[in-house]
């Protein structure tokens, strides 16, 4: 059986923290700001984590699990 490659687009956009946490940046943050509140621009300025299932998949597709 040979070995799993690393998926190396999720590789850009995603990092695994030394816990084990799935970390990525949020959607949305691009361009278009000004019809956003305040609010709302703050929380996605922060990186979201992600857990469960689909932490589990990114984990396997990246080489981690």
Known sequence: MPKMKTH???KKRVRV???GKVRYRS???GHL???KSGNRRRKL???S???GRIARRIKIALGQA
Do not use: D, H, N, V
């Open 8 to 10: 190396k687009g999720l």
């Open 17 to 19: 923290t030394a816990k």
């Open 27 to 29: 959607s949305f943050t």
């Open 33 to 35: 700001m000004s019809s």
């Open 45 to 47: 300025r922060r990186p």
């Open 49 to 51: 984590m992600l857990s």
